[in-house]
């Protein structure tokens, strides 16, 4: 059994499947306390591999997942983002993780600004969310510059249930009109 070959090109970016060579960056993301504290807390190298591969297992299982962000120009592997949507979890979300060295460049904008075009076309998705910890200031701005806006708080799944969570998200037209103003 494959997977799709599914390749998203934006200005500066190549969305495109996990790989295996993707891991060695994965995993110095996660051992990264300070770039891991939001994507549940750094892990040594064995775990990093086994939550590296809740991505291709979301793809083989639900026919998606999160991309795996790369530079066009260098091939290095920045983080991934896309859709995820774990059992349980508050709705369809359009979620990342940037490794160190990728932030602050707006990467994730343009990343998951084609991940939500490609879940809204190709999924059917008529919302979206994004799920991060109220003092997660970096992403409540991707998320606004998105055009997403505060929804709500909610419980997320063991073994996250204790941690407070921000819901943030939009809705497929508010989506539609976004992108018309952005251009």
């Not at 160190?100 to 991940?115: N, Q, S, V």
Request: with cysteine; charged share 25%.
């Amino acid at each position: 059994m494959s997977l799709p070959d599914i390749r998203i090109e934006t200005e500066r970016l190549v969305l495109r499947l996990p790989q295996a060579g993707d891991f060695e960056r994965f995993a110095e993301l996660i051992g990264d306390e300070d770039a891991a504290r939001w994507i549940g807390g750094h892990m040594p190298r064995a775990a990093a591999w086994r939550k590296f591969l809740q991505q291709p297992g979301a793809w083989m299982i639900q026919g998606f997942g999160m991309f795996s962000i790369i530079d066009r120009d260098s091939g290095q592997w920045l983080g991934q983002g896309g859709p995820w949507k774990p059992d349980g979890w508050p709705g369809n979300e359009i979620g990342y993780m940037l490794h160190r060295d990728a932030w602050g460049r707006g990467y994730a904008t343009e990343a998951l600004t084609a991940a939500i075009d490609w879940a809204l076309d190709e999924l059917g998705w008529d919302d979206f969310v994004h799920c991060f910890a109220p003092e997660n200031v970096a992403s409540k701005k991707v998320a606004s510059r998105l055009g997403s806006t505060f929804i709500g708080m909610a419980t997320l799944p063991p073994p996250y249930q204790d941690s407070p969570c921000e819901v943030w998200g939009q809705t497929r037209a508010q989506w539609q009109d976004t992108r018309r103003r952005r251009g």
